[in-house]
């Protein structure tokens, strides 16, 4: 018999498929959320850094 | 702005910027009349400006105007002396609690004059961190997605597991299986009302065709009974012998016909059925008879199956085997099917009549005389049998001559 991660019925790879799916746009959006946050940080240190300086 | 200020006046300004915030404690600020000695070490740079230097000094230039130069690039080692700033509440706790991790840069502003200060900056590496309540609303978002598929493909795929049972059932019970229940997606409920609906004309089919065949069976048996009782009365023996031959060969087919046609009506239960035992009763009755069957293997369990069926169409296999082979090899093979072979020494069968001899009433040239016997409908009746059970039958020929049939019956899970 051969093994497969990737299931055999139907319910398997309507759910295995629908699972990674939104695993992968959690995934994402994680990294969305992730890059904006570091953006306006950044944004926020320089512009205080600047004022300070200035 | 630290420009119009006279070098004392600048350096008391920077050494109370570095005095102020409450988090320095790192702090070697310092400034001084004439270069500082920062200065006097080569300014590290790398050679690709991180995206938060390039911000930090464009936004520098832009504040400070052209009259200031703006350098912005990591700490060197050994770090020379500069004014530490503090960094913004967002970051500073991430920096309180990981100092060890922060990242130094050195930002270098050069005065008109020739000055220059150095102001040093800490970041974390890697960014802002993200809460760990949001990672944690994530994954119970996925949990919630997650439990949402998968009822959704269940309601998907158990109407067509359903309709999968159904069909697998079709024609293998005597009674008609209840109707398919229509529910799920509108394509789900079509199919299940066309299946309902072919099963209906089916036994409606099947029903007619049991009732034609029971009324033929009466009407057949009725005057060829006559007619025996006719050739018994005849004083020709070479005739009534011939014609008494031809009544049992219609007798023969009629009741063939019927067992064919009966087929999967039979009502016969299904029951764990002994193969080892029946495989030796079935050997016993042609030991009887004078035919020879040798039995090889055994099977590991019983078979769930129709009793009566399954003998029918192992003695038909056995039977032709010690037909045309004079005796008949019976190997077994347990497994997740249980297979039967029964072998005979026989001339085999054309290849190319492999399958025909399958077709009801179908005989082979050789066979079609009055010694071999036989009415056409055995190998039919043991493979419609065979597929009745969900099995197969096949026919193959031996390498070394004669014939071996196939029986290949599957365990219910």
């Known amino acids: 018999m051969r093994l497969s991660l990737w299931p055999q019925s139907l319910f398997g790879r309507l759910l295995a498929a629908s699972v990674l799916a939104v695993v992968l746009a959690q995934a994402v959006a994680l990294l969305l959320i992730a890059q904006e946050r570091e953006h306006f940080v950044r944004q926020g240190s320089v512009r205080d850094w600047t004022r300070r300086i200035a | 702005m630290l420009a119009p200020l006279g070098r004392t006046q600048r350096a008391d300004a920077l050494a109370q910027l570095a005095a102020s915030p409450p988090h320095m404690a790192h702090a070697d600020a310092f400034a001084h009349g004439g270069p500082p000695r920062a200065l006097a070490r080569p300014f590290v740079r790398l050679p690709l400006l991180s995206d938060f230097e390039t911000a930090l000094r464009d936004q520098l230039r832009a504040a400070l105007g052209p009259a200031y130069g703006v350098e912005v690039g990591p700490t060197p080692e050994p770090p020379p002396p500069a004014v530490a700033l503090p960094a913004p509440f967002y970051e500073a706790h991430e920096l309180a609690l990981h100092p060890e991790a922060a990242q130094r840069y050195d930002v270098t502003v050069r005065f008109a004059d020739g000055d220059a200060v150095i102001y040093r900056v800490m970041r974390m590496p890697g960014g802002a961190p993200l809460p760990r309540r949001l990672s944690t609303n994530l994954a119970l978002l996925v949990l919630l997605l997650v439990i949402v598929l998968y009822l959704t493909a269940r ?7 359903d309709l999968a049972r159904a069909a697998d059932s079709l024609g293998r019970e005597a009674h008609p299986a209840p109707q398919l229940a229509e529910r799920g997606a509108r394509e789900l409920r079509d199919a299940a009302r066309a299946f309902n609906t072919m099963q209906d004309r089916l036994h409606r089919y099947l029903d007619s065709r049991t009732r034609v065949l029971a009324a033929m069976s009466h009407d057949l048996k009725t005057p060829l009974t006559r007619l025996r009782l006719q050739v018994e009365a005849l004083d020709n023996p070479p005739m ?3 014609i008494g031959r031809e009544l049992d060969e219609m007798e023969s087919m009629v009741r063939e016909a019927l067992a064919l046609f009966r ?15 029946l495989l030796e009763k079935i050997r016993e009755e042609f030991r009887d008879l004078g035919g020879t069957v040798t039995i090889t293997g055994q099977a590991l369990r019983p078979l769930v199956g129709k009793p009566q069926a399954l003998k029918r169409c192992l003695t038909n296999l056995i039977a032709n085997a010690v037909k045309f ?8 093979a347990d497994g ?10 026989g001339p085999g069968i054309p290849e190319e009549e492999l399958e025909r001899v399958f077709e009801p009433f179908y005989r082979l040239e050789s066979s079609r005389n009055r010694d071999s016997g036989g009415t056409g409908l055995g190998l039919t009746i043991a493979r419609d049998l065979a597929q009745a059970h969900g099995g197969s039958l096949l026919l ?12 290949r019956l599957p365990r219910r899970r």
Do not use: F, K, W
């Open chain 2, 155 to 161: 309601s998907i795929t158990r109407p067509l597991s």
């Open chain 2, 240 to 242: 009534q012998e011939r």
């Open chain 2, 263 to 277: 087929g999967l009506d039979d009502g016969e239960p299904a029951a764990a059925v002994d193969m080892n035992a």
């Open chain 2, 325 to 332: 082979g004079t005796r008949a090899e019976v190997l077994i």
């Open chain 2, 336 to 345: 997740a099917d249980l297979v039967i072979r029964v072998r005979d020494h």
């Open chain 2, 396 to 407: 193959a020929n031996l390498a070394g001559g004669g014939l071996e049939a196939t029986l």
